[in-house]
């Protein structure tokens, strides 16, 4: 029986939730479905260009995790740019190292110190916030 995989730690939420193709070849498949802790191990491997033991170190799992997470990432990333596919960011057995939080009113994501709950949105003071952790 195989041990239980241990969450990574994501230190903030993707901006957006996915991507569309343009163009004529744009097919209307299935959307590949890109998890949260691959995209942070993108993020931090090819964005931060940080090596795969520091990047290990940062999500909370071992380096051949992350070697796994990114592997499957970059499959998946090049089946959306070579099949002209629809990117989803979603899902992934994740928790963020801080409490972070998003406004029903302007889409704006910020995380608050000490894990209390804002009142308002800091851009635009609307109090329709809600944790994304929940």
Do not use: H
């Amino acid at each position: 029986m195989p041990k239980p995989r241990v969450l990574s730690k994501i230190q903030m939420p993707p901006r957006v939730k996915g991507f569309n193709p343009m163009g004529y070849y744009r097919k209307n498949a299935e959307p590949v479905k890109l998890s949260i802790d691959e995209y942070e191990a993108i993020r931090l491997l090819d964005y931060e260009g940080l090596t795969q033991k520091q990047a290990a170190s940062i999500m909370g799992v071992s380096r051949p995790s992350v070697t796994r997470i990114y592997q499957k990432a970059r499959v998946k990333m090049a089946t959306m740019i070579t099949e002209a596919r629809q990117l989803s960011i979603e899902g992934g057995r994740i928790f963020f190292d801080s409490s972070w939080f998003c406004c029903e009113n302007c889409d704006s994501k910020f995380n608050a110190p000490l894990g209390k709950q804002p009142e308002c949105c800091v851009l635009c003071g609307a109090n329709t916030i809600y944790n994304l952790e929940e």
